[in-house]
């Protein structure tokens, strides 16, 4: 990793960013890209468009909103001490993510939801009537088909098996179908919390106005946690120009085989990054690195 990757990552940290790994982490040597605006003006402000069906569309180029004494990428920053009500068997899994796996998304495997939710990185949507797209960093996708019947048992994905559905205004997402923490390959967030194949999440997302993008989560599972999880944020419209560009995460990730297991140091507001005293680079990237 690139001593300027580790100033822009460290950055994307304290703006409510997520995408620091364990101990000797990289993940990737070029920053995930990012269109650069045509206009530093923001859209007019007005009520949110709707689809030809009459419901809010909602799509657009979406950036997160940093809450301030909230950690970024974290499913308990509304808990005390920012800790999830874990069950025993989830306090084992949490103590394996820990220390015996390293980061998926530090070595490019997809983070799925509902980790993407929690992502300090930006994303896009394009919606249609039948079917709503959700576009991430890294090239990534999930598709939402509208009216779906649900899957009682479908094949355990990334992303799950998601079903669309209209309450009102609100575009909600249910999800059954995930993988299991056990494997290795997917945590619920950047903290290293565990998610399982018993998990369900039912997402209700708003458009409250033209710039505006609300979410409301819950997350049940029953293996690792001893209630719900409820999670919410919001997002504000990028500028007039910003997009998605392509990032082959698998070619500029370097170091891999240095990289430690867990999500390295969290310090004591919650948020992931590099612990006290740590060394930096000297000399930080442009202004533009972090405006991507």
Request: with cysteine; hydrophobic share 30%.
């Amino acid at each position: 990793m690139t001593s300027t990757s580790k100033i822009l990552l460290a950055g994307l940290a304290a703006a409510g960013g997520l995408i620091l790994a364990g101990p000797g982490f990289a993940q990737g040597s070029g920053s995930p890209a990012i269109a650069k605006p045509t206009s530093t003006t923001p859209y007019p402000a007005g009520p949110a468009p709707r689809l030809a069906d009459g419901h809010p569309d909602l799509s657009g180029f979406w950036k997160p909103v940093k809450e301030k004494g909230k950690p970024g990428g974290n499913m308990g920053k509304d808990y005390p001490g920012f800790k999830l009500p874990f069950t025993p068997e989830g306090e084992k899994a949490h103590e394996f993510n820990l220390t015996k796996v390293v980061d998926p998304e530090a070595v490019c495997v997809l983070g799925g939801i509902p980790r993407h939710n929690a992502s300090g990185l930006p994303f896009e949507i394009l919606a249609t009537p039948a079917r709503t797209a959700f576009l991430y960093l890294y090239t990534t996708h999930r598709l939402i088909p509208v009216g779906r019947p649900v899957d009682p048992d479908p094949d355990p994905r990334f992303f799950g098996n998601p079903v669309g559905s209209w309450d009102g205004d609100a575009f909600l997402i249910r999800t059954n179908g995930l993988r299991d923490s056990a494997d290795g390959k997917i945590w619920l967030d950047e903290n290293g919390d565990p998610t399982s194949d018993k998990t369900t999440v039912v997402e209700r997302w708003t458009r409250p106005d033209s710039n505006t993008l609300h979410l409301e989560m819950i997350i049940n599972d029953p293996k690792y946690y001893s209630e719900p999880i409820h999670f919410q944020r919001t997002w504000t419209r990028g500028l007039p120009g910003e997009g998605l560009t392509e990032y082959a995460c698998n070619e500029t990730t370097t170091g891999q085989d240095t990289i430690g297991p867990g999500p390295g140091y969290i310090g004591p507001d919650g948020n992931r990054g590099y612990p006290p005293g740590s060394v930096l680079p000297k000399t930080p990237p442009g202004p533009d690195a972090y405006d991507k």
